[in-house]
């Protein structure tokens, strides 16, 4: 059985730092592509940052810049280092594993306030 467990919200003050992680078990990780989205309140989960399994990265326009996805595929770990958080990066961050069907993980909630 294919589980992912994110971990790493919290609240943050504009500026600063969080990395998230995502642990997979029940799959062979190193395989599948991986990626990190997001949903706020109000709005539709959107994309925030992919991996392959080759390593290849692509982000959001929004996060560029600022978020670095990776992967450690003997941990079968997927991170999100979110850098110059902003308020409008608050949402709940879910890892999704592009298996041959799509797994999620619970979410993390990510509050960025003063």
């Known amino acids: 059985q294919v589980q992912l467990v994110e971990s790493g919200g919290g609240l943050v003050q504009p500026g600063g730092s969080l990395r998230l992680s995502c642990v997979v078990s029940?799959?062979?990780?190193?395989?599948?592509?991986m990626g990190w989205y997001r949903q706020a309140p109000g709005k539709q989960r959107e994309s925030v940052a992919r991996?392959?399994?080759?390593?290849?990265?692509n982000y959001a326009d929004s996060v560029k810049g600022r978020f670095t996805i990776s992967r450690d595929n003997t941990k079968k770990t997927l991170y999100l280092q979110m850098n110059s958080l902003k308020p409008e990066d608050t949402a709940v961050y879910y890892c999704?594993?592009?298996?041959?069907?799509?797994?999620w993980g619970q979410g993390t909630q990510v509050t960025v306030s003063s």
């Open positions: 999704n594993l592009e298996e041959a069907v799509d797994y």
């Open positions: 029940g799959s062979i990780f190193s395989l599948y592509a």
């Open positions: 991996i392959t399994s080759l390593h290849i990265t």
